[in-house]
């Protein structure tokens, strides 16, 4: 302390403790698999029935329509029955028989490509679709704006909202039997979304080299409507199916009008808009592109992103039905085998590939409490480059007025009860202090009149929980460029602990890493205030972290440190956060 260099410090900022690390507080330990004490030992909770609102606080049960469904059906089959026998119908039918002509230059029948193009699809999509439905298990409600709202939600698979102030929305979680979830266990949606995003990286790709290959090999025309025809032969098939009198198929040649239809979508909307609803629940994205995102919001993304998986689900479930109904041994050598005849070929093939599926969706989930740090890994080299390129948008646009501020907004986490924290919080934090360090030139200890000394910032900005709800606040506080400019980060200084008061589910302090270039940010602050009150409680009182261009995980509320250092695998478990140590979180979240 003899060097003069360090009389710049202003002596008031310089608690005695200014200098030690908040490390020793963290749990280290390294897990390695999921067992029953995993993330705090959450007991198993289940949903209930999937249900609509149809008004305000009614609500319709879906399993309604496993009866309503039949008994449409059953109308819709005598009625269908009734109408072959009518002329003008059967005149109809033979006027359009039920496919469009196919341009002379269409090829017939189905390349090897096509047959191993249709299985990787539906193989990687059993992936996709099961850790999905456990990301939705995760906040199982829809919202349809931005704000998500106990009581506005659209559709849920949980009991209605508790009235409890503090209620979590980890609380609101739901365990899934592990043979549908991947996996079933209630929050398990770390791993959950390294196997959708990773495995969607590959189902993309796959989708990729189908469209060349299809645009490439004329197979195309095959399936796109290419006349208006496709409409009539659409009816006279539903008609034909109804009346249980069926088509004769050709799919050799040319799909019927329903077939093509249902194809068409599933190719050319479907798929795509599964992409493009996916990319609309980024923070990072959303964020940047405001104008599209004000319209596009994230539960209107998401809301669309369930109904594709709706879609695709149904597609699915009458695709089989129908391959299995109608000329089952020629139907499989088509896909599996490239021929048109009704040998055994395609069916033992594609047994054979059902075993392959089947295997693998048994041993996906106990797989993944085994070796989830396999997973977590596999699955960030497959999206970690698309995480990394979108965090790197500053989400300076990423605005609202007050006129946008959310009227609830969910409380998360897991709150302190430290004795540490309780007392401060009983002195309405007048002792409270906030201690940055680490490798800046500048150590400080600020207590909350010092920060609310700062140069004042604010904004009003949308969080987006990785569990899959959002909300608009008014943050007010410091920016982080601000404490920066204190503290002077020392050129090696690449990542930004911030430590909390508060311990995690499995012990130790929760902890997050951030890269320093986010600090700069416009976006990036600490918070004191909210909606224009001091912080409460629930939301991180006295001090929180806002990072727009990240998942709500990231923002640690409680802070009681800030530290700057090389590298975060020198703290912790060493991965860049609590949830990363313990739930197998990533630590890049832009997606
Ligand atoms: N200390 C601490 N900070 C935390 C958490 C936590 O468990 N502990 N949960 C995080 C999660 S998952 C979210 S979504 C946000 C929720 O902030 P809110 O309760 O103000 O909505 O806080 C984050 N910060
Ligand atoms: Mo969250």
Known sequence: MDDPSDQHVPAADIGPGASASFRSELDSTHYTSVDEDWAGHLPAQYGVAPRVRIGQGKWFNLLWLIPIGLLLLIIGIAVAKGTRDVPAVQHFIRQYPGASELPDNAPAGFPTWLGWQHFLNLFLMIFIIRSGVTIIADHPRFYWTRHSTPGKD????????????????????????????????????????WWHLGVDTLWLLNGLVFYILIFTTGQWMRLVPLSWDVIPNSISVAIQYLSLDWPVESGWVNYNSLQLIAYFVTVFIAAPAALITGLGMSPALSTRFRGISSVFSIQLARSLHFLVLCWFVM???????????????????????????????????FAASMVVVIVSWVAATPFTYRHPRVVQNVGFALIGPAQRLFEHIDSKPGRYAEKDISPYFWHNGKYPETPEYKQLEAGAFANYTLRVNGLVENPVELSLEQLRALPHHEQITQHFCIQGWSGVAKWGGVSMQAILDVVKPKPEAKWVIFYSFAVGPDGGIYYDAQPIEQMGYELTMLAYDMNDDTLSFGHGAPLRLRNEVQLGFKMVKWIKG?????????????????????EFFGYRQSI
């Open 562 to 582: 800030i530290e700057f250092v090389e590298h975060f695998s020198e703290v912790g478990g060493g991965l860049g956060g609590y949830n990363n140590d313990h």
């Open 154 to 193: 659209w559709f849920r698979i949980q009991k209605p909202v508790p009235a409890d102030p503090l209620y979590t929305a980890k609380q609101d979680s739901i365990t899934l039997p592990d043979g549908v979830g991947l996996p079933g266990r209630r929050h398990s949606i770390g791993l959950a979304r």
């Open 315 to 349: 597609f699915i479930v009458v695709h089989v039905t129908l391959v299995l109904t109608t000329g089952a041994l020629r139907n499989l050598n088509h896909m599996y085998a490239s021929r048109n005849d009704e040998s055994w070929v395609g069916f033992w093939i």
